[in-house]
C-alpha cells in the first residue's frame, strides 16, 4: 500500500493541507483550506477525508497533526522524546479499513514540565533527512503554538511551547486592544521596539497594557500597535526560547512570513537564523516516514 503514491496530509486544528506525492516523492497536486479539525463535527471525519480523495485521487492518506489528536479521527499516542522519526514509523495508527495511517506526536516529560506536540516534529525530521538543518541545532516552529525543539543527533531532545500566535489573536479578537490589532504586522521600528521590549523581560501583562496607555497618550500610533504588540509577544517568546541555549545554531521553521519575524528579532540579538520553508519540509518528513514503514 505504501510503495505507490499517496497523499499527506498535515491536518491541523483550524486548517488541513494536502499533498498528492508521486511514488518518487514528487508533489504533483495540492490543496489548503480551513477545515482544520475543530471544524469536524463528531463522527464526520470520514466524510472529511473522502473529500480529500476526491480532490486528490482514491489513494492511501499518511496524515500528521491534530488528527491524531483526542479530538481527531483516531487517537494516536505521543511517543515520548528523546526520538527520532524511526520512532514515528514504529508507532504509526492504522486507521480500520481506510487505507490511511496516522503519524502519532511527540511528549516531553521533566521534573516540573510536561509538554506535547502534533505536526512541527514531521518537518524537523524532514528538514534534518532533506539536508536542510545540521542534524544538531536549536529549532524555533513559529504558530499558534510555537515550538523550540533542540536536536542532537537528528533526534528531538526536548522542546518547549509557547503560546504566542494564539494570544495574538485572541488579544486582536477579545481584547481592549482589538480595535487596533487589525493593522498589518511589518518589520520596522514600532515591532523592533517592541521585540527589545520582550526580550527585556520585563512583566509581559503590565507591557500589554501600556500598548493601550501609549496609544490614548499620543506616545504611540494606532496604525504601530499591531507591529509593536506582535513584537513584544515575539521578544518574550525568544527569550523563553533562548534560554541556556546560546551555542547551537538556530533554525527558525514555517510559513516565511512568520519565520521573516521571528529572524529580525533574533537579528537585534546578533544570532544568525537560517529560515526553511515548514510546507518543503512537512513532504520530506513524510516521505522519510513512509520510507520506513514496514
Known sequence: MWTGSIIAVDWGTTNRRAYRLSPYGICEDEFEDDKGITSVERGGFPVAVAEIRARLGDLPLL???????????????????????????????????????????????????????????????????????????????????????????????????????????LLREKSILSDWLHEPVAIGPAFLDGARRGLEGEALTAELFSVRAGVLLGQRSKDEAASFTSGLLIGADIRTGLHGEDEKEIVVMGRPELTSLYAAVLGELGRTAREIDGERAFIAGILQIKGQIA
Not at 67 to 80: F, H, L, Q, T
Not at 117 to 122: K, Y
Not at 123 to 134: C, D, E, I
Request: include cysteine.
Open 63 to 169: 496524515m500528521a497533526g491534530m488528527i491524531g489528536s483526542n479530538r481527531g479521527w483516531v487517537e494516536a499516542p505521543y511517543v515520548p522524546c528523546p526520538a527520532g522519526a524511526d520512532a514515528l514509523a514504529a508507532r504509526l495508527v492504522m486507521v480500520d479499513g481506510q487505507r490511511a495511517a496516522i503519524v502519532p506526536g511527540l511528549s516531553y516529560l521533566a521534573p516540573g514540565r510536561s509538554d506535547v506536540m502534533r505536526g512541527e516534529e514531521v518537518q524537523l525530521f524532514g528538514a534534518v533527512a532533506k539536508g536542510l538543518v545540521p542534524p544538531t541545532c536549536l529549532v524555533c516552529h513559529p504558530g499558534t503554538h510555537n515550538k523550540w525543539a533542540t536536536v542532537e543527533d537528528g533526534r528531538i531532545l526536548s522542546f518547549r511551547t509557547v503560546m504566542t500566535g494564539e494570544l495574538f489573536n
